[in-house]
């Protein structure tokens, strides 16, 4: 479904800092520099790196709270992944692990950016950051709560990383709302092969079933829920009503997100935008796309 299909938050501003911001967060889980640097802390395997970098800020946690926070993931896979992780590295080095890699990989992509420039976008997205409520989400919280780095690399990165938990948050919440599971959401979002925040952004089943844990059986159990409501057809194709859901859904989390960015004027924002806009273009180069993400291309998408 074509992004400028959905409806969102009165200009359409929460969206569109999400397809320009998330993708500059994202590097934390394609980019080699960031595989690399987990690696080096101790961890081998992808899986690993990723769940240890995003649970991190909420300390040794077992599985069952990134089970709930995560939510689109099957309890077994995260269950593989923690807390054994915990044994082969802390929470401290997983993060400081994130942050190296981060900061490596962006390096080469904030070249072309003025000195001034990156000072002035860091301070932007921080003071953003740190506006942005944090009662009910959980990721957003722990995140805002750790210390902000020194550089601005590492401010710029903290500060995506903290807006993109807190839009998460908001979606896991509209999720909730509309009845829907991590199954059920997966099988759904697949269905569609379009763009959503956590969504399947064109992700096939094979790849986003992998990339979530689920079984055959659970995808299955999961389907015919989907068809019971009314939002899917006999072929598992998505009906009107799953459509109609799913602009619910993205309003939703569009409104949940907007305060962040309401104090911002036009002109800041559109100041925002031709900062941030080719970074988050270079940065997409590091992506793997279709991904499970759902955000949509920035080299595509036109968002700045």
């Keep these: 479904m074509p992004d400028d299909d959905l409806p969102g938050d009165g200009d ?25 640097a987990f690696e080096g802390a101790g961890l081998r395997g992808f899986w690993r790196g990723y769940f240890a ?6 300390g040794p946690v077992g599985a069952a709270p990134v089970v709930g926070c995560f939510f689109g993931f099957a309890p077994a896979m995260v269950a593989r992944a923690l807390p054994d992780i915990w044994t082969r590295i802390t929470p401290a080095e997983a993060l400081t692990a ?7 990989a962006l390096v080469p992509l904030l ?19 740190e506006r942005a409520p944090v009662a009910g989400r959980v ?20 500060a995506t990383t903290i807006l993109r938990e807190h839009r998460g948050d908001g979606h896991v919440a509209a999720l909730v709302t509309a009845g829907l599971d991590g199954a059920e959401t997966a099988v759904w979002r697949a269905s569609l092969g379009g763009v959503g925040s956590g969504g399947a952004g064109g992700v096939s ?15 299955v159990d999961a389907a015919g829920r989907l068809r019971a409501r009314g939002w899917l057809d006999d072929t598992g194709r998505p009906t009107e009503a799953s459509r109609s859901a799913l602009h619910a859904v993205e309003e939703t989390t569009d409104r949940a997100a ?10 800041e924002i559109e100041r925002c935008v031709a900062l941030l806009a080719p970074v988050a273009r270079r940065a997409a180069a590091l992506l793997r796309w279709p991904n499970p993400i759902g955000v949509p291309d920035p080299r595509e998408s036109g968002s700045g």
Aim: aromatic residues 8%.
């Design 12 to 36: 359409g501003v929460a969206r569109r800092m999400w397809q320009l911001f998330e993708p500059v967060h994202a590097v934390s889980y394609f980019a080699p520099a960031c595989a690399a």
């Design 53 to 58: 970098g995003r649970s991190a800020p909420l």
């Design 98 to 104: 994130r942050l190296d890699g981060a900061r490596e």
């Design 111 to 129: 070249a072309q950016t003025r000195p001034g420039e990156l000072v002035e976008l860091a301070g932007v997205l921080r003071a953003a950051a």
């Design 139 to 158: 990721l957003a919280a722990a995140n805002a709560a750790l210390p902000w780095p020194q550089d601005p690399i590492g401010v710029l990165w903290q």
């Design 205 to 219: 089943r094979e790849d986003l079933q992998r990339a979530r844990g689920w079984s055959d059986a659970a995808w």
């Design 258 to 267: 907007a305060s962040v960015w309401e104090p911002l004027g036009p002109d």
